[in-house]
């Protein structure tokens, strides 16, 4: 692998383990409605694809999933979400200092998430530092999300590079189709939610055991 100019990578599972806050979250949501709690491993495969996503999955786990209460679920998920966005969030064992020697590489570093952008902007500025990122970029209202590639496109613009120069780095299968989309280098993790059969076979063209495995591919 060659002339790599950015690396874009997604924020849950990938750069912050989140797991434990977003069970906690979701469970504490449907507790509110009388719902039992489910296990926070099985949030590995609710989260992923937006918030939204997620609170269908968790409604639909209790054959619950109306327009009604997916409403109430997401608005009591939000606030309680609102009120403590680093709830056990921490980044992975090695992303500090791979992030590190990446930018000593003079190579770009960016954030794309499905979650709210404003989210997404006080968790890294908070976790990672403000401004360290060359680019953070999480949903707005009305915005595509991923697996549409309009967001890495759009990152890929602001730092000057093709898609073709950039690394698109994910833990689920949804960050694998969104690098093929963008014509970008997709690279599964397998420290965040998901398997490495899901990431092979979305078609990942490279898997990472550790974020210093990401380097040696470099």
């Known amino acids: 692998m060659s002339n790599i100019k950015a690396c874009i990578f997604d924020l849950d599972g990938t750069l ?13 949501a449907l507790s509110k409605f009388g719902f039992a ?3 926070t491993e099985n949030y590995k495969i609710y989260a992923g694809n937006g918030r939204d996503k997620l609170i269908h ?7 619950a999933d109306t327009p009604e209460l997916f409403e109430r679920v997401r608005d009591v998920y939000d606030t ?18 791979l992030l590190d020697e990446l930018k000593k590489m003079e190579i770009k570093i960016a954030v794309c998430s499905n979650k709210p952008d404003n989210v997404v902007h006080f968790v890294t500025d908070n976790i990672f530092g403000k401004n360290y990122f060359d680019a953070v970029c999480g949903v707005i209202d009305g915005m595509p999300v991923k697996p549409d590639p309009y967001t890495p496109l759009k990152i890929a613009s602001e730092l000057g590079v093709t898609p073709e120069d950039c690394l698109f780095l994910g833990d689920t299968n949804v960050d694998i189709i969104t690098a093929k989309n963008a014509g970008m280098t997709s690279v599964g993790v397998l420290w965040g939610f998901r398997t490495r059969t899901e990431l092979v076979q979305a078609g990942a063209d490279y898997i990472a ?6 380097l040696q591919l470099i």
Request: charged content about 20%; proline content about 4%; aromatic content about 12%.
């Open 80 to 97: 309680a979400y609102e009120s403590d966005y680093l709830y056990e969030t921490n980044a992975f064992d090695g992303i500090c200092s």
């Open 16 to 28: 912050t383990d989140t797991l434990n806050a977003i069970a906690h979250f979701g469970n504490f």
């Open 37 to 39: 709690e489910l296990p």
């Open 209 to 214: 055991e550790n974020p210093h495995t990401i």
């Open 57 to 63: 999955r968790i409604l639909g786990e209790h054959n």
